[in-house]
Nanobody, 128 residues
Framework: VQLQASGGGLVQAGGSLRLSCALS????????TGWFRQAPGKEREFVAA????????YYADSATGRFTISRDNAKNTVYLQMGDLKPEDTAVYYC??????????????????????WGQGTQVTVSS
């Protein structure tokens, strides 16, 4: 499975961005996709995850109410719509693939080690 994240950029605080994650190489209904982010000097942290059907979705507390994860399987793409962006959202954002079963455990779905394939990341910078 290959993943390619795009859509990052520079935005002012309070603004919005939509990230895209293009998947290829044989994803299936047993898969799920997550978004993580990593700021300079910090560990990679979970942002959101979505099942293949889109019916199972989880968010980190920092994303709840501001970010929306979705997917279009016809386009093999997972999206992360980010709103009310804050300077602390500045990070490199990564999408990653895992098995659906990973989503069932808070610890598992929040851990980067539970995800098997990673995209290259896209930079999001929020200015104050």
């Amino acid at each position: 499975v290959q993943l390619q994240a795009s859509g990052g950029g520079l935005v002012q605080a309070g603004g919005s961005l939509r990230l895209s994650c293009a998947l290829s190489g044989g994803t299936s209904s047993g898969d799920a996709t997550g978004w993580f982010r990593q700021a300079p000097g910090k560990e990679r942290e979970f942002v959101a995850a979505i099942s293949w059907t889109g019916q199972t979705i989880y968010y980190a507390d920092s994303a709840t109410g501001r970010f929306t994860i979705s997917r279009d399987n016809a386009k093999n793409t997972v999206y992360l719509q980010m709103g009310d962006l804050k300077p602390e959202d500045t990070a490199v954002y990564y999408c990653a693939a895992t098995r659906h079963s990973t989503l069932l455990s808070l610890r598992a779905r929040s851990s980067p080690t539970s995800y098997y394939y990673w995209g290259q990341g896209t930079q999001v910078t929020v200015s104050s």
